[in-house]
């Protein structure tokens, strides 16, 4: 692939991404960020399976869309501006890997968002009380192991939910609309999507 092609397609994945996750990021249920994650912008992931400029394009993207909470958040935010675009670029690299099997390929942003994402969410939403949720019962502040599980767990099934409910079905109908083709995705007329 040429790098001009390269370098076009990763910055329209990336503000695509981020216009997406700001939208988001938008509605009063705040379900783009917080303990539990239905960010709808990571069905793009799946482009990842089309081409490898979907890479960095979605890390880039998850940066630009993170760092819009540093106003919302404060400082701490820094941390998901980082760590979540950390979480992005492995989840998109392991999506690129595994691409000929797109059921194991989609898996990586699950995977990498399950893991990393709740080892540093504690830190920047404790202190703004998402982890107490009296009409539940549920209490998990000041114990960080208790957090980072119900982390693992929440977000792990919002990644899960939103890659294979929305993005599979996403990158099937743009294998099917011909848009795979022209991001450069060549595949074999038998081979399943």
Known sequence: ????????????????????TLLVLQLPAALGWGPVQLRLSEALTVLAVLTPAAIPGLAV????????????????????????????????WWTWR?????????????IANALIVPAYLPVVLAGLGFYRVPFLGVDLEGSWLAMYVFGVVAVGVG?????????????????????????????????AS
């Open 98 to 110: 595994f691409r000929k099997h797109t059921g194991l390929a989609l898996a990586g942003p699950v």
């Open 159 to 191: 990644e899960a939910f939103v890659v294979y409910a929305l993005g599979w079905p996403l990158l099937v109908g743009v294998r099917r609309l011909g848009i795979a083709r022209m991001l450069g995705e060549e595949r074999s007329p038998g081979e």
């Open 1 to 20: 692939m040429k790098r001009s092609r390269f370098t076009a397609q990763a910055g329209v994945i990336a503000a695509t991404y981020a216009a997406f």
């Open 61 to 92: 993207g998850t940066a630009v869309a993170n760092a819009a909470l540093i106003t919302q958040v404060g400082p701490l935010a820094v941390l998901d501006v980082l760590f979540g675009s950390l979480a992005t670029l492995l989840g998109a």
